[in-house]
């Protein structure tokens, strides 16, 4: 089955991060040695969801990637557990321990170990214990709750410095229903085929196939479209569960239902990605690279990554100058033929963009403007290569001094 | 014919840059503001070279290397025209300035304009106007001398912190030959089949087919090696002359005076490599990173890329912090397949290193080792796959601040 998503109306963006049988809670644990941190988070469904989740491509993976990836082959879940503060990656009982946070979950929650997802952030290559699983995994379930969702999207985080939560409400089959989640980013961020950790719940009742198939098609677009550091990470998981509470009739195909859910997974997905983006290390400014008028679809996907990946133009934007040179020099080296000569590129904020290239030439273009447009937090490239109907999104950040003092600092 | 460098013994490195036939100049002629800043220079040769050159492979050419590509066709040259302050890339009149630099080149010097190349570096999108070169192509002329080549190097120079030239002294066919060159490099550098700026003279005879091989073979070891920023830029070119002075039989194939050649042409260009990622822009250190073990030398080039590309790797080793998890996430996601988990790495400087990774997992070492060494100015990082036979061996600097603070206030 290919599935093409056709619909783009609006969606109604709640703030309201509940879903129907789905609780969670975040806590401190003393992973972390700030007590003040919260460090372990996890999710709990009343049942058994159709799960469906996307790994890291990264050929280094970490022990809870292996353990979710065997865990998840029924397509079938109903808790997640998760750890910031260590990655559980590159130690000799990765393993185990992740299994053992499997174990204890399952354990206190009287559920089936194979319906346990694990995973975890932090420092890559140091040994995590067992012990502050043993006392924490029961403390969270006692404090799980329908509104402790901003308690989890707390606990995940690491350099990030605000917890990213989105949830969108809508009606299928005459049965309100939502989508929502949770996300952590902030660096080591350059998803492929996955991402950084993304949790998403929902109570629409929908086959575990065609929730695999929406995952892929919408994460192209949304998490696969950031980078914040070209590093794609060792523990890139996302995943969705479906509680199937919301009383619709199973959706099990292609047609207006689907295309819903496709849309609301789409905009909250969107809305974590560009969140991830904005809190990239030392950010201090949300980019969006739009690209039309490509030969197709993948080559405007990928001027726009490496237009939002260069290290050059981003921080120029951070900078507020309007140096398009580097962007047309970005442009240059993305993969896929097209003419670089019939591009036009207008920068700018959300509100408005000023041309400042055409047929790949400068146009004269007030600096003082590009200047005071650049200075906003929000900005926007966007180029049209003339040449026809491919085009593509892509999101990222600022380069700052901030981001190399973060990363110099970030094991000690 | 397909050659393969197999000569590995130390070669005699001078620091007197002459080579018989060529002069060179490097003046201050009025495109960068500062009186004090050389911004042209000029490489004369009084016989007609045979001539071999890349360039970059990005999809945007600044106009000086598609004339110099046409002026190359027929493998000659006799000078080369270069100014700094101004990349003369993507602005309407650059075909024209490119050209009228080679024909006052041309003029000046009583030669084909045929036989000039021509290159530029500095801001993308500023438009060069023909005034500078009409007083300062005389006036480089008037200045050529055969110790010119230290004032042409600074003269290349944008934001290098010094000029960067090597030379080599050797015997083919009883008779004394010399290779020398200079470079500039900083920023915009992952050289992608080409470079930055090189040029390498040198007196030996040797075929112009047989001059491009060798350019090629020795550029994908040295240049190609390196990265600073993962910005491969539209101006990049090598360039290598022979004026065949030295009076040796023409080398015309492979043999011992082909295998002498490749190894000193070799020697010139990893010295100016080295030279380039040690002065990345806000570098304090050049990392090497040798891979060995590899299934195929392909897989190892492309780790070895991936970890000195690393921003993470980058900004951990500028703060001498042995995060050796981020080396390993790089290898991660480097192209070609191979086995992860029989990795050994060892970081240090250039005389000690230190095991920090067995079998893809950490070992015990002392941190406070591990930091002395990386205080070093010169690091390595050996990574063994256990896995075959290929080696490969990149070239970087550590990330710091500064980078940021150069690349935000470039323009202005």
Redesign the interface.
């Known amino acids: 089955m290919v599935i093409k998503m056709t619909m783009f109306n609006e969606v109604k963006v709640i703030d309201d991060y509940s879903v129907k049988g789905f609780k969670a809670a975040g806590i401190h644990s003393g992973i972390r040695k700030n007590p003040n941190k919260k460090d372990l988070a996890m999710i709990y469904c009343e049942k058994k969801c159709n799960t469906a989740a996307l790994f890291t491509?990264?050929?280094?993976?970490a022990a809870p990637i292996t353990v979710s990836m065997a865990n998840l082959a029924d397509n079938r879940a109903q808790a997640v557990i998760v750890n910031s503060g260590n990655?559980n990656?590159?130690?000799?009982n990765?393993h185990e321990i992740a299994r053992a946070m499997c174990e204890l979950t399952a354990k206190s929650l009287e559920i089936d170990v194979q319906d346990v997802v694990v995973a975890s952030t932090g420092?890559?290559?140091?040994?995590l214990s067992v012990a502050p699983f043993v006392n924490g995994i029961p403390a969270l379930v006692d404090s799980l709750s329908e509104i402790g969702f901003s308690d989890a999207a707390n606990a995940i985080m690491t350099t990030d410095t605000f917890p990213k939560q989105s949830a969108v409400e809508f009606e299928i089959d005459g049965k309100t229903c939502r989508v929502a989640g949770f996300a952590k980013g902030s660096?080591?961020i350059?998803p492929?085929m996955a991402t950084m950790l993304a949790f998403i719940m929902t109570d629409v009742s929908i086959s575990p196939e065609l929730l695999k198939e929406t995952l892929s098609i919408v994460n192209e677009d949304t998490f696969n479209a950031v980078s914040v550091?070209?590093?794609?990470?060792?523990n890139d998981m996302v995943c969705v569960m479906s509680s199937g509470l919301a009383g619709n009739t199973e959706i099990i195909g292609d047609g207006d239902d689907c295309q819903i859910f496709l849309r609301t997974l789409y905009t909250v997905m969107l809305n974590l990605a560009r969140e991830i983006a904005r809190d990239g290390e030392g950010a201090t400014k949300l980019v969006g690279c739009i690209v039309s008028g490509a030969p197709n679809d993948s080559s405007a996907k990928s001027i726009a990554k490496s237009v939002v990946?260069?290290?050059?133009v981003k921080?120029?934007l951070?900078?507020a100058?309007a140096?398009?040179?580097?962007i047309?020099?970005?442009?240059?080296?993305?993969e896929g033929e097209?003419d670089?000569n019939q591009a036009e590129v207008a920068i700018g904020s959300v509100e408005k963009s000023i041309t400042v290239?055409k047929n790949?030439?400068?146009v004269p273009f007030s600096e003082e403007e590009a200047y005071a447009l650049l200075s906003e937090s929000e900005i926007r490239i966007y180029i049209d290569l003339h040449s026809g109907e491919g085009h593509a999104t892509a999101w990222g950040c600022d380069?700052?001094?901030e981001?190399?003092?973060i990363?110099?600092?970030?094991?000690?």
């Open positions: 491509t990264n050929k280094v993976k990655a990656a590159c130690t000799p990765g420092v890559i290559g140091q040994e660096g080591m350059n492929n550091d070209g590093d794609t990470s060792t990946s260069s290290s050059l921080a120029a951070g900078a100058d140096n398009w040179g580097r047309l020099c970005a442009m240059g080296y993305a097209f670089v290239c790949g030439t400068g380069l700052t001094a981001y190399v003092r990363n110099a600092d970030y094991r000690s």
